[in-house]
C-alpha cells in the first residue's frame, strides 16, 4: 500500500476544493473550473477561468497543482513542480497554486518569491500546515465527498514537520546590502544613469578598463532600479559558456526563472508535456524541435539545420516572453563579454536584436581594453540604437585617497601609506591586489621608501604579473584542502554549487577558508570567483609543482561526472583534463564524439582548439582513418570560419591529399573531403579547379554535382549551370537541393527576362522545398518571392518586406539584409516616396560595403545614383557614379573587357541580362552627360591596360540608344530606372 499512489487523485480534487474557498464572492465574477486527472503529466490538474460580462474585468487564469507524497517530514523541491511554472507562462496565466502534504524549504520559497517577481505570475505555496488547517476547518463538508481515513491522515501529519518551515506570508525579495560607492564622479554618475534609463528600454552600455569598478556600479545601479522601481534584472555571466548550446540554455533558464540544473533533467517527454499545451498555431513543430534540440542536443538528427533551430528557438521565447514584459519591465545584465567566445557573441547579438524594442533593458558590461569587446560595441552600435552609454574612469587622486581611507584605514603607518600611494594603480581592483600584496609581505612593506616601480599598470604582461604574484601568495599559504578547491574551481570557469563541495572535499568548513581568501564570494548557492582577474592564474596553476598540478588535474577528472553541470560542458571539461592529464585512452573513446557535437552546435572556434590539442598529444596513436577525420574536421573549422587564405587550412589539405593516397580511406571520408576542396576552391574563385576536381564524382556525389554546377556559372555563365543542374537531376532524381538550384536559377532568368507569370510559377515549384532549406536560403526565397510581386505591380503594401528585413537583420545575414533593404528603396521610389527611398538605399548600400558580398556590392549605390539624378542632385549622382565603375574596375575588369569588345548596338543590349554590366553602362552614361572631364579620366584608367581605344560606336549608344533599349527591360519600372539585388 502507498499513500500517495492511492491518494493522488482524491488529493487533486481535494486541493481543488480548498481553492474554490480563495476564490472572491462577487455577483459580476463567473467561474470556470476544470479537473484533468487524467493527464498524469505533472503539468496541472485544475484550471479556473475567471470571467465577467463587465468588459472592464479582465479574463484570469488560475492553474492548480497538486504533488501528494509519501507521509514524512521532508521538504517539497522545486523541481518536483518546476514544469508547472512553465506551463504557467506558456500559458500566460496569472496565478498558481502548488498545493503538497509536505512542507517547502526557505531556499524553495526564496526562488519561488524571485520567479514570481520576475514572471508577475502570482504563486502560492500551499503546504501541509495549510492544507490540514483548511481541511479541519470545512471537515464537515469534507468528509462527505472524501475518505475520513484519508483527511484523518492530512490532519495528523502535519505533526511530523516543525512549525518553523510554514511558509512564510513574507513575499519581498531582500536586496544586498553593497559597500559604498567611492567618488562623487562615481555617484553622480550613478544617478544621471539612474535618471537616464529608469524610464526607457533598449541598450545601455557600461564601460571601462579591467578592474575599474563597472560590476560594482552595476550592482549599484540594478540595486537603485529595484528598490526604487521593483524593476528585477537577471545577471548573465558570458564566461561560462563553454558552447552555444550552455548559451541558450541560460537564456532560457532566464526566462523561465527555473535554474538550469533541473532543465538539463528534463527528460523529453517532459519536454513534450511543457508545450503540448500550446497550439500548433502557437508554437510551431518546428519551435518544438528547436527547444527539444537546445535541451536534449541528442534527441535531435545532425541533419538539421542549425540556424534553423535557433531561428524557432527565438521565437518560442519572444511568445513566452514578451507577454511577461509587457506585464512588467525587466533587465538583462550580461558581464564578463572579454570572456566570451565569438559564437557566444552571434547568439547575445540575435538575442538582443530579438528583444531590444521589447520592454526590456539590456544592460552591457564592455572593457575598453580588450579589443573583441571593442569591436563587438562598435558592430552592435551600427544595428541597434544605444539608449545610453557611460564610461568607469580611472580614479584620480583624490578619490584613490578617498579609497584607500575607506578600505585600509590604519593598516599602514603614515609613511608607508603615502609611499604606497605614490605607486598605486588607479583602478579598484589593481588598488586592493597591490596593497593587499605589502599588506602581507613584511619585506616588500620595508621597500616601500626605497621602491622605484614602474607605470605599467596599462601593460597587459605586467597586470598578468601581478595577478600572479597576488593569486600565488594567497594560495601557497593557504591550507592544501583550499588550494585544491580554488583552483578546482577555477578549472571550472570560476564557479562551483555549494553542494558540490563535499563531492570534492569531505571538509565542509572549507567554503569558509575559501572565503577568507577574498579571491572567493558565496552568491546564488556558488562559491564564485571574484573577479575574472584572478581566473587566470588559477587555471594556470603555475606556482604549484607539477606533482601537485597533475594531483588536482586527476581529482577533478575523477569525479567531475558528480558534479550539478550541464552533462554536455562536463564531457568537454573532461576532454580537456584528459589533455592536461595525456589521458589517451578516454580521449580515444570520446574526441570524435565531442568534436562532431561541437560542429553540429557550430562552436567551431572551440572544436578547432580542441582538435589542435588532440591532435599534439595522439598523432602517434590515431590510425590513418582517424588522422584523417582529424584533418577533415580542422579543414571544416577552418572553412565555417572563414580562414580561406590561411596556412593551417593548407597545411590540412596537404595532409589529407597524402592520406587520400592510402587504401583505408573510406569513400564516405573521401566523399567529405572532396566537398571541402570544392567548397574551398569555391570560396577563392577557383572555379576552374573545382570544376576539374569534381569532374570524375560529378556521376557519384550529388552536393559535389551541386557545387560545380555553381562554379560552372562562374566560369562560363548561367545557361551552362542550368544544363549542369539539369543533367545532376536526371542522375539523381530524389536529390531535393539539385531540383531547388535548377528552378531558383530558372527563377532568376525569368525575372531576369521579365517573366514574371514564369517567375510565380518557378516559386510555387521552390516554396515545396522550404522545409529543406537553410534559414538563409528560405529568406532569400522570400525575397525572390516579394521581388516578383514588386515587380508584377502586386506588392500592395510594405509588411512582408519589412517583416523578412525583420528576420534577416534578427539573424544576422547581411547580404539578404541588403536586398530586402534595396528591394524597400524600390518600392518607395516608385511611389515617389523620394526620402525614404533614398534612406532604404542608404541602409542598403551601407551593408553592402560591410560585407564586401560582390554579386550585390555597388547595385544599391548605382540605385542611389540614379535616384539623385532624377532628383537633379547631379554632383551626388556624379560622386556615386565614380566610385561605383572604380570599384567594378578593381574587382572585376573582365566586365570591361566585355563591354569595350562589343562592336554593334545588339552585342550591348546582350549584356542586359547581367545587371552589373547594366550598372556600369548606367555610371558611365551618367558622367557622359554630366561631367564630361570626370569621363574622359574614368574612360582612360579603365582602358589603359587592356582594351587601347573604345569602340566607335559604344559613346553613341550610351548616349542615344542604351536608354530607349533599356526601356524595353524590367530595368525600367514607373518610368525609372532602378536595378534589384
Not at 517547502?104 to 519561488?112: A, C, D, G, L, V
Not at 536560403?777 to 516578383?788: A, K, P, S
Not at 540605385?863 to 532624377?870: D, F, R, V
Request: hydrophobic letters at 40%.
Amino acid at each position: 500500500m502507498s499513500f500517495a499512489k492511492d491518494n493522488w487523485e482524491e488529493f487533486e480534487k481535494l486541493s481543488i476544493s480548498i481553492l474554490e474557498t480563495y476564490l472572491p464572492v462577487n455577483s459580476e465574477i463567473s467561474y470556470s473550473i476544470t479537473h484533468t486527472p487524467n493527464r498524469k503529466d505533472g503539468g496541472y490538474d485544475g484550471l479556473i477561468i475567471i470571467s465577467s460580462d463587465n468588459e472592464n474585468i479582465d479574463q484570469y487564469k488560475i492553474l492548480s497543482e497538486s504533488k501528494l507524497r509519501e507521509l514524512s517530514n521532508k521538504d517539497l523541491p522545486m523541481s518536483d513542480f518546476s514544469k508547472t511554472l512553465i506551463i504557467a507562462i506558456n500559458l500566460m496565466a496569472q496565478k498558481i497554486y502548488i498545493f503538497t502534504n509536505l512542507h517547502y524549504s526557505t531556499e524553495t520559497q526564496k526562488r519561488i518569491h524571485k520567479f514570481s517577481s520576475f514572471s508577475n505570475i502570482q504563486v502560492e505555496l500551499v503546504d501541509i500546515f495549510e492544507v490540514s488547517d483548511r481541511v479541519k476547518e470545512l471537515y464537515k463538508t469534507l468528509k462527505d465527498t472524501y475518505s475520513p481515513t484519508f483527511l484523518k491522515k492530512i490532519i495528523d501529519s502535519v505533526s511530523s514537520h516543525p512549525a518553523s518551515k510554514r511558509v512564510s506570508f513574507e513575499k519581498k525579495v531582500h536586496i544586498t546590502s553593497l559597500s559604498k560607492l567611492i567618488g562623487s564622479d562615481r555617484n553622480n554618475q550613478l544617478d544621471q544613469c539612474y535618471k537616464a534609463i529608469s524610464g526607457e528600454k533598449g541598450i545601455v552600455i557600461i564601460k571601462g578598463c579591467s578592474g575599474c569598478g563597472k560590476s560594482f556600479f552595476i550592482e549599484h545601479l540594478l540595486n537603485k532600479m529595484y528598490r526604487e522601481g521593483s524593476i528585477p534584472y537577471h545577471k548573465i555571466n558570458m564566461e561560462e559558456f563553454s558552447t552555444v548550446q550552455a548559451f541558450l540554455l541560460k537564456i532560457l533558464s532566464a526566462i523561465w526563472n527555473i535554474d538550469t540544473l533541473d532543465i538539463t533533467n528534463f527528460s523529453e517527454q517532459d519536454i513534450n508535456e511543457i508545450t503540448d499545451y500550446l497550439s500548433e498555431e502557437e508554437l510551431s513543430i518546428r519551435s518544438r524541435t528547436s527547444l527539444l534540440n537546445i535541451l536534449k542536443p541528442e534527441s535531435v538528427s545532425n541533419e538539421t539545420q542549425q540556424d534553423i533551430l535557433q531561428f524557432y528557438f527565438f521565437e518560442y521565447l519572444y511568445r513566452i516572453y514578451v507577454p511577461i514584459l509587457r506585464r512588467k519591465k525587466q533587465v538583462i545584465y550580461f558581464d564578463n563579454l572579454d570572456y566570451a567566445s565569438g559564437s557566444a557573441f552571434q547568439i547575445l547579438n540575435k538575442f538582443i536584436k530579438k528583444f531590444e524594442k521589447e520592454n526590456i533593458l539590456l544592460l552591457l558590461e564592455i572593457r575598453t581594453d580588450i579589443k573583441k569587446c571593442e569591436d563587438f560595441l562598435a558592430h552592435l552600435m551600427r544595428d541597434v540604437p544605444v539608449i545610453y552609454i557611460t564610461e568607469i574612469k580611472e580614479f584620480d587622486s583624490v578619490e584613490l585617497s578617498q579609497y584607500f581611507e575607506y578600505k585600509y584605514k590604519n593598516e599602514f603607518s603614515y609613511e608607508e601609506e603615502k609611499a604606497l600611494k605614490k605607486i598605486l594603480p588607479r583602478t579598484p581592483l589593481l588598488i586592493d591586489t597591490v596593497t593587499e600584496l605589502f599588506r602581507h609581505d613584511l619585506g616588500m612593506r620595508g621597500s616601500l621608501y626605497t621602491l622605484d616601480m614602474p607605470r605599467l599598470y596599462k601593460n597587459q604582461k605586467y597586470l598578468q604579473s601581478i595577478s600572479l604574484e597576488y593569486v600565488k601568495k594567497i594560495i601557497v599559504e593557504s591550507e592544501i584542502e583550499i588550494q585544491n578547491l580554488a583552483c578546482i574551481i577555477g578549472l571550472m570557469e570560476g564557479k562551483l554549487p555549494e553542494s558540490d563541495l563535499k563531492i570534492i572535499c569531505n571538509n565542509y568548513s572549507v567554503k569558509e577558508g575559501l572565503i577568507r581568501t577574498k579571491l572567493f564570494q558565496f552568491q546564488n548557492g556558488n562559491i564564485q570567483i571574484r573577479h575574472m582577474f584572478y581566473l587566470g592564474p588559477l587555471q594556470q596553476m603555475a606556482f604549484l609543482s607539477s606533482y601537485r598540478q597533475h594531483e588536482i588535474y586527476t581529482m577533478l577528472f575523477d569525479k567531475i561526472e558528480l558534479l550539478s553541470v550541464d552533462k554536455f560542458c562536463k564531457t568537454i571539461k573532461k576532454i580537456q583534463l584528459a589533455i592536461f592529464l595525456e589521458n589517451r585512452q578516454y580521449l580515444g573513446e570520446k574526441w570524435k564524439e565531442v568534436i562532431s557535437n561541437l560542429l553540429f552546435q557550430e562552436d567551431y572556434v572551440l572544436a578547432q582548439s580542441l582538435l589542435k590539442d588532440v591532435y599534439n598529444l595522439m598523432e602517434n596513436d590515431f590510425s590513418v582513418s582517424e588522422l584523417f577525420d582529424i584533418f577533415l574536421m580542422s579543414s571544416y573549422c577552418c572553412l565555417k570560419l572563414c580562414d580561406f587564405h590561411s596556412d593551417l587550412l593548407q597545411t590540412w589539405f596537404r595532409e589529407l591529399h597524402n592520406l587520400s593516397l592510402i587504401a583505408e580511406i573510406s569513400p564516405e571520408q573521401m566523399k567529405w573531403y572532396y566537398l571541402l576542396q570544392a567548397k574551398y576552391y569555391l570560396a577563392v574563385g577557383q572555379y576552374q579547379a573545382l570544376i576539374r576536381q569534381t569532374d570524375e564524382l560529378r556521376t557519384i556525389e550529388p552536393q559535389l554535382r551541386h557545387i560545380r554546377a555553381i562554379g560552372i556559372k562562374h566560369q562560363y555563365g548561367m545557361s551552362c549551370c542550368i544544363l549542369s543542374l539539369k543533367r545532376g537531376i536526371k542522375r539523381f532524381p530524389e536529390n531535393m537541393l539539385l531540383k531547388y538550384s535548377y528552378y531558383d536559377h530558372l527563377l532568376a532568368i525569368s525575372i531576369n527576362r521579365g517573366n514574371f507569370k514564369k517567375a510565380k510559377a518557378n516559386i510555387d515549384i521552390l516554396k515545396t522545398y522550404k522545409e529543406a532549406l537553410s534559414l538563409e536560403d528560405q529568406i532569400h526565397l522570400e525575397f525572390n518571392e516579394l521581388t516578383v510581386l514588386f515587380y508584377s505591380k502586386e506588392m500592395t503594401d510594405i509588411r512582408q518586406l519589412l517583416d523578412l528585413c525583420g528576420k534577416a537583420y534578427q539573424n544576422n545575414l547581411y547580404v539578404e539584409l541588403s536586398r530586402s533593404y534595396n528591394l524597400l528603396g524600390q518600392f518607395f521610389w516608385a511611389k515617389k516616396e523620394w526620402e525614404k527611398a533614398i534612406e532604404a538605399f542608404n541602409e542598403a548600400a551601407g551593408l553592402q560595403d560591410r560585407t564586401e558580398h560582390q554579386t550585390y556590392r555597388w547595385i544599391a549605390k548605382t540605385n542611389l545614383a540614379l535616384i539623385n539624378l532624377e532628383l537633379k542632385n547631379k554632383s551626388e549622382a556624379i560622386m556615386h557614379a565614380r566610385e561605383i565603375i572604380l570599384g567594378y574596375y578593381s574587382s572585376k575588369q573582365d566586365k570591361f573587357k566585355y563591354i569595350f569588345a562589343a562592336d554593334n548596338k545588339t552585342a550591348y543590349t546582350d549584356f542586359f541580362t547581367d545587371k552589373e554590366m547594366v550598372s556600369i553602362l548606367l555610371m558611365l552614361r551618367i558622367l557622359y552627360k554630366n561631367d564630361q572631364t570626370e569621363y574622359t579620366k574614368i574612360i582612360e584608367k579603365v582602358t589603359q591596360t587592356d582594351i587601347g581605344v573604345l569602340p566607335k560606336e559604344f559613346e553613341y549608344f550610351i548616349s542615344h540608344s542604351l536608354v530607349s533599349e533599356l526601356k524595353k527591360t524590367y530595368y525600367y519600372v514607373d518610368g525609372n530606372f532602378m536595378i534589384k539585388c
